[in-house]
């Protein structure tokens, strides 16, 4: 069974830095791909950044480009969100995401079969 266990959530003020981390266990992840999502209070859920696990391959949401940093250890199954000039409008529970259906990126919510518990980051003003 995969599990993925998201750290690094937190308070911080706008301009500052976070960095996530999500740990993924249960199966050897060879293919496929990692995703991060986030959901503010009363807004769906929403891509933030996307990684595949071979070639590296990057997506990122418009709203984090140039501000964000996917990466992944695939000794590990580690994915990390590297978060700099956090704006409060980037205040919401991020969740870290596992797919291995495909091996292109995924960026679509609903192409994601595995899900962690989600961490709070909150940006203040």
């Known amino acids: 069974q995969v599990q993925l266990v998201e750290s690094g959530g937190g308070l911080v003020q706008a301009g500052g830095s976070l960095r996530l981390s999500c740990a993924a266990s249960g199966r050897t992840f060879s293919s496929g791909s990692m995703g991060w999502f986030r959901q503010a209070p009363g807004k769906e859920r929403e891509f933030v950044a996307a990684i595949t696990w071979i070639g590296g391959s990057i997506y990122y949401a418009d709203s984090v480009k140039g501000r964000f940093t996917i990466s992944r250890d695939s000794a590990k199954n580690t994915v990390t969100l590297q978060m700099n000039s956090l704006k409060p409008e980037d205040t919401a529970v991020y969740y870290c995401?596992?797919?291995?259906?495909?091996?292109?990126?995924?960026?679509?919510?609903?192409?994601?079969?595995?899900w962690g518990q989600g961490t709070q980051v909150t940006v203040s003003v």
């Open positions: 995401a596992a797919q291995m259906k495909f091996r292109r990126l995924a960026i679509m919510e609903r192409e994601y079969d595995y």
